[in-house]
């Protein structure tokens, strides 16, 4: 028997140190995990202390946070696992997964009044299953903004680093954007940190060293197995409330349908324990929908669609924004590995500079592939190989621009109707055609020169940029001659999305809905500006950070 025992021990050595020393990583481990089921398994009734809506950024480290005392925690996801075809989301096929429109695509993809088409993650993990994977942590400002302790920020921050970042190796294309920034003046160099400082930095990544993404679905390898149930394909169509007696509205449930069509009812516990409850993390996008379709938001329009008014909260779905990008696209005459970000300089009136390589934009564009005429025919059949180009681009603070997200119908899989109203504020276009001209500046420099076409000028890359930007808007004449026309005709999303549910407008400085009780919302959509250079690093801290405070509050 000990020697049974003793060879077991010895074989289960063997395979984690094989493991560690191969660097096998936690995705190959997570499949297997046996609390992330289909939804089709659910029973029809069930009962959790929290349940969270949305597997995502914010989502999966919140759950797997909630999940390690006594409480049980369910998660209801409405995509599918990102384990089950993990070469989909390698880097090479980051713009393929964006334009596969299939209606089982891990991204769903939608167009705003704006004619700026963009994507929305469908999936278990969320936006870290389809973005950019770069990994860059906010200005200290936003922890005040958002009412988040330092030190559990960075004790947070930690956590989900451990587990799903790495340093990025060099590649070709990012050394020379970087050395290019240094060049014109982007300066200090920061060297590789993940801090938000004024410079250039190489920050970290999603990706490890073999292209390998790791996304926030890995987080739930902290979580304690028998106190957390995962469900996919696991659509939310409504948050129920009780009300009694005049008191504030409370919630108690959600609705949710399996991939069979199968509707489900689970309820937070709340009636026997008053510390249950549900936090909806369903995105940007997400969020606010289903607050109105649950009955929160404006009154008149929810009636208007035959919605049950919970309470009336014109705040939810307002102050939508997305940071906007513009750049200029550059052909090399020789191939160079493609990249990802891993670079950003960012300048003291916070235009942030980052760059991507051997992906084909076009496809992005919302019209099917087709393009625009070409207005210097010559110098696009130079760019022959529409992978062999690199797109420089600059986005902004803030924004300050705001627009609204509506809903159009009462189908929870249909995309809300959303505006950005990119550049509605003079500051934003200010600060754009300034980054463009930095733009400009980097594509001159002495270190991107190698990778230019001998007889391409910047003016040429402006002409082709305006010909070939992923947006349906139209092009005025003065595009190419006039950088704010240029701004505004050639601007893209950089998916940055958030707003719809903010703090002290939607929620408290806790994230907890106003005017109802056991309800929270915990993602970007309680955002009034995007943090950092890019959000991912804020979002999955953000849920580890509010998952540890829930549980502090519960104790009490
Ligand atoms: P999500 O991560 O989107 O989570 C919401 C989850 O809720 C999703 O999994 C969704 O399927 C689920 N859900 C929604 N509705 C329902 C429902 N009714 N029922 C059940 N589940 C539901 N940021 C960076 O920092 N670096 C980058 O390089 C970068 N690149 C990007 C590239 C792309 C293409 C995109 C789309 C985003 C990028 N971002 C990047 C932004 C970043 O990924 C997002 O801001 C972040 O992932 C949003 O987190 P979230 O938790 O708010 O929402």
């Known amino acids: 028997m000990g020697l049974k025992y003793s060879r077991r021990f010895l074989a289960l050595v063997f395979i984690v140190v094989f493991a560690n020393f191969h660097g096998l990583n936690y995705a190959e481990k997570a499949p297997k995990y046996s609390f992330i089921q289909e939804a089709t398994s659910a029973p029809e009734v069930s009962f959790y202390d929290y349940i969270v809506i949305g597997g995502g950024t914010a989502g999966c480290p919140l759950a797997a946070t909630l999940s390690t005392r006594d409480a049980k925690v369910l998660v209801l996801e409405r995509g599918g696992s990102p384990y089950t075809n993990t070469t989909k989301i390698r880097m090479e096929n980051f713009i393929s997964t964006l334009t596969d429109d299939s209606p089982n695509s891990i991204s769903q993809s939608f167009i705003s009044e704006d004619r700026v088409p963009g994507n929305r993650a469908r999936v278990l993990g969320g936006g870290t299953v389809i973005n950019g994977g770069f990994y860059s942590r ?3 400002l936003f922890l005040k903004e958002a009412g988040i302790d330092e030190a ?17 190796r060099a590649f070709q294309w990012q050394t020379a954007v970087r050395n290019g920034l240094l060049e014109v003046g982007v300066l200090p160099d920061n060297g590789f940190t993940f801090a938000h400082l004024n410079g250039t930095k190489t920050s970290g990544t999603l990706f490890d060293k073999n292209g390998n993404r790791h996304t926030a679905a890995d987080l739930l390898e902290y979580a304690n197995p028998t106190m957390i149930k995962v469900y ?24 949710f349908y399996d991939a069979n069509g199968g ?20 995105g940007a996008i997400g969020s606010p929908q289903l607050l109105m379709l649950s009955g929160i938001g404006p009154a008149a ?52 500079f980052e760059s991507f390589n051997g992906f084909d934009l076009s496809d992005l564009s919302g019209s099917g592939g087709a393009q625009p005429q070409s207005s210097n025919p010559s110098q696009e059949a130079l760019a022959n190989s529409t992978t062999n180009q690199a797109f420089l681009v600059q986005t902004i603070f803030g924004p300050i621009s705001k627009g609204y997200l509506e809903l159009q119908n009462t ?16 500051v934003d276009l200010r600060r754009c055609v300034s980054g463009m001209q930095t733009i400009i500046n980097v594509v001159n420099s002495d270190s991107l020169s190698r990778f230019r076409f001998r007889n391409m000028t910047t003016q040429d890359l402006i ?71 890019n959000p991912q690093a804020t979002i999955l801290m953000l849920g580890r950070s509010m998952g540890r405070r829930i549980l502090q509050s519960r104790r009490r």
């Open 232 to 255: 996919l394909h696991a659509v939310v169509h409504k948050i129920t409330f009780t009300t009694k007696d005049g008191q504030r509205p409370k919630a108690d449930g959600v609705i």
């Open 411 to 426: 189908n929870v899989s249909d995309n809300p109707k959303l505006r950005f109203n990119y550049f509605q504020a003079a």
């Open 301 to 352: 329009r929810l009636r208007s669609l035959g919605i049950k008014v919970v309470l009336d909260q014109p705040m939810v779905g307002r102050e939508m924004a997305d940071k906007p990008s513009n750049g200029l696209l550059i052909p090399y005459p020789t191939h160079i590995p493609l990249s990802l970000i891993t670079v950003v300089g960012i300048n003291k009136i916070s235009n942030y």
């Open 463 to 533: 002409n082709m940029t305006v010909n070939r930007a992923a947006n349906l808007r139209p092009r005025n004449p003065n595009a190419t001659t006039s950088l704010e026309q240029y701004c505004i005709d050639t601007v893209m999303t950089f998916w940055h999305y958030h707003g719809g549910c903010q703090i002290r407008k939607v929620v408290d400085r806790d994230y907890k809905v106003l005017g109802l009780d056991q309800l929270r919302v915990i993602d970007a959509s309680t955002f009034s500006f995007s943090p950092g250079t």
């Open 138 to 140: 906010a200005e200290t």
């Open 263 to 282: 509707r489900h009812i689970a309820y937070s516990k709340h009636e026997s324990n008053n510390r249950s409850e549900i936090i909806l993390s369903a």
């Open 152 to 168: 559990l920020a960075n004790e947070s921050y930690e956590w989900v680093e451990k587990k799903i970042v790495y340093k990025p």
